[in-house]
Nanobody
Framework: QVQLVESGGGLVQPGGSLRLSCAAS????????MAWYRQAPGNQRELVAR???????NYADSVKGRFTISRDNAKNTVYLQMNSLKPEDTAVYYC?????????????WGQGTQVTVSS
């Protein structure tokens, strides 16, 4: 099994910034792609950004130019730098990872971290 633990959420004013982190832990595992999703009340969970092990990233149109996803493979950690935050970015943000544990591939989710953008 792989555990994903997010941190860095909170309350921020419009135009502000936050940096989310997600650390993976477990035994005998290797992480492949990692991603951030978000879910606002009454909405479906949506992809925010995804990054390959090699560092190639793609973003939802709604966050392009404002959010940056990055990762540290040595620390099994993925980050999401969020700038120029808007009230519509308010959501629970979830970390997601594809990982192989011994010989079995799986997809894993974190527990989520709340981001609230409000004045």
């Amino acid at each position: 099994q792989v555990q994903l633990v997010e941190s860095g959420g909170g309350l921020v004013q419009p135009g502000g910034s936050l940096r989310l982190s997600c650390a993976a832990s477990g035994s005998d595992f290797s992480i492949d792609g990692m991603a951030w999703y978000r879910q606002a009340p009454g909405n479906q969970r949506e992809l925010v950004a995804r990054i390959t092990r090699g560092g190639s990233a793609n973003y939802a149109d709604s966050v392009k130019g404002r959010f940056t996803i990055s990762r540290d493979n040595a620390k099994n950690t993925v980050y999401l730098q969020m700038n120029s935050l808007k009230p519509e970015d308010t959501a629970v943000y979830y970390c997601n990872a594809d990982a192989i544990v011994t010989t079995i591939w799986g997809n894993y989710w974190g527990q989520g971290t709340q981001v609230t953008v409000s004045s």
